[in-house]
């Protein structure tokens, strides 16, 4: 038997040297993103394809299903928002502890039961059960934006919202032009969009299920990427020395542990976020006006069949309507960008502004006897309110991490729906006022003239102390923003000075579902050195 040391000096016949080439490498990794992009695209995509969605309300007051408008507005209606409320927490949190293909199967599985609801049931007790299935996929839509950052690297993070983003809008604008030239042009029933709404829903639980399960998510899945080689959180590079391992070595009470615990030390890090004014207003401003935003988006339909009771469904617009107001939700949020404005002086008069316009079109549904001039009002409506969500997105996310911006955008809205089903409780529920659909719009309208006087007021007290305090001092550059394009640019220009001055970047921040518009490093001053990283947290 040879030894070890024969078997190493035995020679080995060298190989001839392979044809020079291109690397196989960076081809099959660029292949491999492409190929993620369009799945994921092509997903999202396809679950807005639900053509059907625009007309549940006529079909349910239609001889389909014979409810009666008190039952539709008062009994079914309000279920969502009860149960919206009661799901929403659990499934976010569910969403990163069981990084978020589950969350997408339970999505897929709640569209499917909502649509056989719709199809096989005949009671009011079913179309509630109906309406908590639909709060599911609500709260479930967050598992969505955030699961395609879980996959894709930091630096694709941008383009990747763009496109996510861009097949979602594409997909509810196609669903709803769909429905709405199968129900005019077709002369379709609402019984057979809802069948083909439910063959679409079928098609992506199947897609659902070749989704990958990401290794890592923001809260509770933190450690895993660090044994198999994936990029930190960022928590974890803001504070270096609150490691698990060190933790243990460390061998930590039980109260010490929960106080380090991500997401406890990110709600202490959101204490300490709110003293920016910014961040307060624009907070303020996504839960008060989202509250009465979605409550106009829910009762809308009951209200065109109000100013249009017809039983002749080719007559029915709801769905060319939804896809034009998709439209200009769509423009407007782009055209957002290019605003060129000083939001820490203007900002609370634009949002009155535009407040007080809402105000204005909500009082035209309320007043019109023309389904024509009702239509266009609410497409005007969700068109006003889309131009300042990638506003408030940037304003929120650019003072935090990533991770506590995702945790910001959750608590927010927990507090608008926290606010939505009190209003919805006390003026539209049958224990409650059980008011018709056209008086609750009268009600929405003072809503809204309400916060929009309170936005004038507060924007007449911050110019008066902005004008007072400029003239001791300039606005610094970091209040100077123009737009949030332009505030990006800024930003990453000071990130380029970082090594000389006394800041530092933390992130590149991330927005949710509705507004993953804007993005832009994020600066903030180091903490003290006096303070432990605990306090820090």
């Known amino acids: 038997m040879a030894t070890s040391s024969q078997s190493v000096e035995k020679p080995v016949p060298l190989e001839p040297p392979p044809e020079p080439g291109p690397e196989p490498g960076p081809g099959r990794k660029l292949q491999s993103w492409q190929c993620l992009v369009f799945f994921l695209c092509f997903y999202g995509f396809m679950a807005q394809m639900r053509p059907g969605e625009s007309f549940i309300t006529p079909y349910l007051l239609g001889p389909d299903k014979n409810f009666t408008r008190i039952q539709v507005t008062n009994e079914i209606t309000p279920v969502l928002s009860y149960s919206y409320l009661a799901v929403l927490v659990p499934v976010f949190l569910l969403t990163d502890y069981l990084r978020y293909k589950p969350v997408l199967l339970l999505q897929s599985l709640s569209y499917i039961s909502v649509w056989l609801l719709l199809l096989f049931g005949h009671f009011v007790l079913h179309m509630q059960f109906m309406e908590f299935f639909f709060s599911l996929t609500m709260a479930a839509r967050i598992a969505y934006s955030s699961y395609i950052f879980s996959l894709v690297h930091p630096a694709h993070y941008q383009r990747m919202a763009g496109y996510s983003r861009s097949a979602v809008l594409l997909g509810v604008f196609t669903s709803s032009v769909l429905g709405q030239l199968l129900v005019t042009v077709g002369r379709v029933s609402f019984t057979i969009l809802n069948y083909l ?8 639980l199947v897609l659902t299920i070749f989704l990958k ?5 923001l809260f509770f899945n933190q450690s895993e990427p660090a044994r198999s080689g994936a990029l930190p959180s960022e928590l974890d590079q803001m504070h270096p ?12 009470t039980p109260l010490a542990a929960w106080c380090d615990w991500t997401l406890v030390r990110m709600l202490r890090e959101l204490g300490n976020s709110l003293q920016l004014p910014q961040l307060r207003l624009w907070s303020l401003w996504w839960v008060f006006n989202s509250a009465g935003y979605y409550l106009i988006v829910y009762y809308v339909h009951i209200l065109w069949n109000v100013v249009e009771p017809t039983t002749d469904s080719t007559k029915v617009y709801n769905g060319g309507v939804d896809a034009a107001s998709t439209l200009l939700g769509a423009i407007t949020s782009f055209a957002a960008g290019f605003v060129k404005i000083r939001w820490a002086l203007w900002a609370k008069l634009v949002i009155g502004v535009v407040t007080a316009l809402q105000a204005g079109l909500v009082f035209l549904m309320y007043a019109t006897r023309s389904i024509s001039l009702c239509y266009a009002a609410f497409v005007l409506f969700r068109g006003s309110y889309q131009f300042l969500v990638p506003i408030a997105t940037f304003q929120i996310a650019s003072s935090l991490s990533k991770e506590l911006c995702a945790l910001v955008f959750g608590v927010n809205t927990f507090f608008a729906t926290v606010l939505k089903t009190i209003i919805t409780l006390i003026v539209s529920d049958k224990r409650g006022l059980g008011l018709p659909v056209h008086k609750q719009f009268l009600v929405y309208f003072v809503y809204f003239v309400l916060l929009s006087v309170a936005y004038f007021l507060a924007a007449a007290l ?11 001092q300039p606005v610094p550059l970091a209040q100077e923003l123009s737009s949030p394009l332009k505030e990006k640019d800024i930003q990453a220009l000071n990130l380029q000075d970082g090594a000389l001055s006394s800041l530092q970047p933390e992130a590149t921040t991330l927005a949710l579902e509705d507004s993953a518009w804007a993005k832009g490093p994020v600066l903030r001053e180091l903490p003290d050195s006096r303070e432990l990283p605990e306090a820090k947290a």
Do not use: C, E, V, Y
């Open 462 to 472: 911050g110019s008066l102390w902005h004008f007072q305090r400029d003239r001791h």
């Open 197 to 204: 709404s439910l063959a679409f829903l079928t098609l992506t």
């Open 241 to 252: 020395g609150l490691d698990g391992s060190m933790g243990r070595k460390l061998g930590r």
């Open 213 to 217: 399960r990401p290794k890592r998510s």
